[in-house]
């Protein structure tokens, strides 16, 4: 039985950074490709960040140079980084497994985490 679990989430001021992560089991994590999305409030859920088996990285423009995503497949955890944050980073921050090579928002993703609640105030 897959599982994700996040954690991480809290209530942070505007500029500053949280960690966010994603504990997997159920599969072979190494193997596949893993993503952070979020949803805010009346919004559509959207792609944050991917990282393929590979170690490819590939982020949604908004969090370039602030976010870093991460994985450890010897403990099979997928992290977020997450510095300078602002309001507009607030949401559920849903953590993704996808079995195929290819590792882009747009793919479609076979497994997901419950969510953990990010609340950045200015």
């Known amino acids: 039985q897959v599982q994700l679990v996040e954690s991480g989430g809290g209530s942070v001021q505007a500029g500053g950074s949280l960690r966010l992560s994603c504990e997997a089991s159920?599969?072979?994590?190494?193997?596949?490709?893993m993503g952070w999305f979020r949803q805010a409030p009346g919004k559509e859920r959207e792609g944050v960040a991917t990282?393929?088996?590979?170690?490819?990285?590939s982020y949604t423009d908004s969090v370039k140079g602030r976010f870093t995503i991460s994985r450890d497949n010897a403990r099979n955890t997928l992290y977020l980084q997450m510095s300078s944050l602002n309001t507009e980073d607030t949401g559920m921050y849903y953590c993704?497994?996808?079995?195929?090579?290819?590792?882009?928002?747009?793919?479609?993703?076979?497994?997901w985490g419950q969510g953990t609640q990010v609340t950045v105030s200015s």
């Open positions: 159920g599969y072979t994590y190494s193997t596949y490709c």
């Open positions: 993704a497994a996808r079995s195929r090579f290819s590792c882009y928002f747009l793919d479609a993703f076979d497994y």
């Open positions: 990282i393929g088996r590979d170690g490819h990285t």
